[in-house]
């Protein structure tokens, strides 16, 4: 089946610093990408949607200028948590909806193996 | 509103016996997706399965069973003969086809059951 892989696994850095998370989708192109947060114990909770080449959307109560994600071509998108803080520490998860080879789109989802954020 | 929710915030259970996980929704929409997945204490998300909206078949894999009913918006999930390495959280999903575009693709996840099988 279609990969997608999310780096890095996890992260520990310090208050105040920028981390990027990247996401992509290894044999196939992904079209949108969505970004999801889960904190300890809780659900998903979509961040923003992003399609290749466009701004992306964020969800309600999500800052855009905090989270920035880039999805500049098709098998790759990256989340940068900017100056990041101890309340941002959570596990990010993407996932990619895109074009099979053969099948197109068949509206399947994929999802990275997450990345694990602490904030120290 | 799209809604799925999952009564059971935990589950134990001794290891061979069946558990069932529950999950409803809500959702205004005749076309959507339903899906299971299984986040083991790693963190991924583990596809289960995925059905449409149009297809009340129970289905059956190996332990796995899937008991769709339209008729009470319920998508339950049955695990017969449990086994310790099924113990991890379980999430029930909705997908809408008719969300257009950049959303196609979203899911609205329950809030997950935690199951754990003891020896």
């Known amino acids: 089946g279609a990969v997608v892989s999310q780096h890095p696994s996890w992260v520990i850095c310090k208050s105040g610093t920028s981390v990027k998370i990247e996401c992509r989708s290894l044999?196939?192109?992904?079209?949108?990408m969505f970004w999801y947060r889960q904190f300890p114990k809780q659900s998903l909770m979509l961040m923003a949607t992003s399609n290749e080449g466009s701004k992306a959307t964020y969800e309600q109560g999500v800052e855009k200028d905090k989270f920035l994600i880039n999805h500049a071509s098709l098998t790759l998108s990256t989340l940068t948590v900017t100056s990041a803080h101890p309340e941002d520490s959570s596990f990010y998860i993407c996932?990619?909806?895109?074009?099979?080879?053969?099948?197109?789109?068949?509206?399947?989802?994929?999802f990275g193996e997450g990345s694990r954020l602490t904030v120290l | 509103a799209q809604k799925v929710t999952q009564a059971q915030t935990e589950i134990s259970v001794v290891e061979k016996e069946d558990v069932t996980l529950d999950c409803v929704y809500e959702?205004?929409?005749?076309?959507?997706?339903l899906f299971w997945y299984k986040q083991p204490p790693s963190g991924e998300l583990v596809f289960l399965i995925r059905?449409?909206?149009?297809?009340?078949q129970n289905e059956i894999s190996g332990r796995y069973s899937w008991n769709f009913q339209k008729s009470t918006s319920s998508f339950n999930f049955t695990i017969t003969a449990s086994q310790v390495v099924d113990s991890a959280v379980y999430f029930c999903a909705l997908n809408y086809l008719a969300d257009r575009g950049s959303t196609l693709g979203r899911l609205y996840f329950g809030r997950g059951t935690q199951l754990t099988v003891w020896p």
């Open positions: 059905r449409n909206s149009f297809d009340e």
């Open positions: 996932s990619a909806r895109g074009l099979l080879a053969g099948l197109g789109d068949t509206g399947e989802l994929f």
């Open positions: 044999d196939f192109q992904a079209t949108t």
């Open positions: 959702t205004r929409d005749t076309t959507y997706y």
